[in-house]
């Protein structure tokens, strides 16, 4: 699909750019204002547009009485994205023939939600299997690289998972369902934190992710249907110890070789028979995947992924850090994601707000966590501008990139 954005913020329109990517939708083109957004849909196909309401050149809503004027763009759905949230504002831009409203700073939930709502792409009925298989493998972690939090790391052999790709293995339908069911309701109950999981059937790639990954991999599950489950199992018990949880799921336990459970008993690996998986992930997700919470006396909160291995930021240390600023319910106002360069600033100076630095002074270079800055610590009564709101919680999903010690 042909997406058009037009927003003259270029931090959020890297943001939306973003969200967009990790929804499946590559084929973007970028508008910093109105006229340039309209010069591009005269010559060019477009699927979809995308549009800020306040822009210099040509507004949104001037944007959208040109597309709804032309007869060749006039059927264009148009989502405008925009802070103007009154309900006076809103009756105007349903007048003027906008499809859908999104209220910034958003989710990328909430942009899927409006872009299935507009396209008509909406979840209807069960789809065909493959077709499931398929959406199970677009939106696992291999696809999508760039989320931030812990994952399963799931391994099927290449006959199970072509079956699967196929749409002919009801076993791996039900059981990634139950999967990204349960990650999807996490998800909600902690925003922000981008649980996934990741589905890998070539046992090359298996065995480089468990050594060049640190603890972002909150556990692995490994189907016993084939032999090499059992080496693979080992070699992450020889890696990690105890520290990545390993499940082994067979179909049956009576049915296991004495080859197999001598391979099991060697390291504490947890064999469950696959019907029963569907009533034990969630208790087996939120034991393993959730972080163990960081409480500090100022109410700051630390979720921490992955553990730093270098030097902790002291005063007076210079730090280079990645970040994704958002509300509490995960809506994204700042990212340096959308330049790729981290930000730099020198602890101690009042260059960012309170509660970030406090929560970056608790890691070490290399660490990955999620900061959670309550009110006081962040933009207190008087919020910023029209980005964040009064009274506000903060989150940070931070990387810790480096520190230079103060000289």
Request: charge should be negative.
């Amino acid at each position: 699909m042909k997406i058009m954005l037009a927003e003259d913020s270029k931090t959020m329109r890297g943001l939306i750019l973003i969200m967009l990517h990790r929804l499946g939708y590559k084929d973007v083109t970028e508008a910093s204002n109105g006229k340039e957004a309209w010069k591009h849909l005269r010559t060019h196909n477009c699927d979809l547009l995308i549009t800020d309401w306040n822009m210099p050149e040509l507004s949104g809503i001037e944007l959208l009485q040109k597309v709804r004027q032309d007869t060749q763009l006039a059927d264009l759905p148009v989502i405008m994205l925009t802070s103007r949230n009154s309900r006076e504002d809103i009756v105007n831009a349903v007048k003027s023939g906008i499809n859908n409203y999104l209220v910034k700073p958003c989710n990328t939930s909430q942009l899927e939600e409006k872009i299935d709502t507009v396209m008509g792409t909406a979840k209807k009925g069960a789809s065909p299997p493959a077709q499931q298989a398929q959406q199970f493998i677009n939106n696992s972690r291999k696809e999508r690289e760039g989320d931030f939090g812990p994952y399963v790391l799931c391994y099927e052999a290449p006959t199970d998972y072509e079956a699967f790709t196929l749409g002919k293995s009801e076993n791996l339908l039900a059981m990634y369902q139950d999967l990204t069911t349960t990650l999807g309701n996490l998800n909600r109950q902690f925003p922000g934190m981008e649980m996934g999981y990741w589905i890998e059937h070539d046992s090359k790639e298996f065995t480089r992710l468990i050594k060049t990954t640190s603890q972002q991999i909150g556990l692995a599950i490994i189907n016993l249907h084939r032999t090499e489950g059992i080496a693979l199992s080992h070699f992450i018990g020889l890696k990690y110890r105890d520290e990545v949880p390993t499940f082994l799921l067979c179909d049956s336990l009576p049915m296991l070789t004495q080859e197999q459970k001598a391979g099991i008993t060697k390291f504490k690996q947890q064999v469950i028979e696959r019907e029963k998986l569907a009533s034990q992930v969630e208790n087996i997700l939120r034991k393993h995947l959730i972080p163990q919470t960081k409480t500090f006396p100022s109410d700051l909160k630390l979720f921490e992924i992955v553990k730093g291995t270098g030097i902790q930021p002291v005063e007076g240390a210079r730090v280079k850090v990645h970040y994704v600023g958002m509300l509490e319910d995960g809506s994204v106002f700042d990212s340096s994601h959308t330049t790729g360069v981290p930000l730099q600033f020198v602890m101690g100076q009042n260059q960012v707000v309170a509660g970030l630095q406090k929560g970056l002074a608790q890691m070490n270079q290399g660490g990955r966590a999620q900061i959670v800055v309550p009110p006081h610590s962040a933009y207190g009564q008087e919020g910023y501008e029209d980005i964040i709101p009064p009274d506000s919680t903060l989150m940070f999903n931070v990387e810790l990139v480096e520190v230079t010690a103060p000289k």
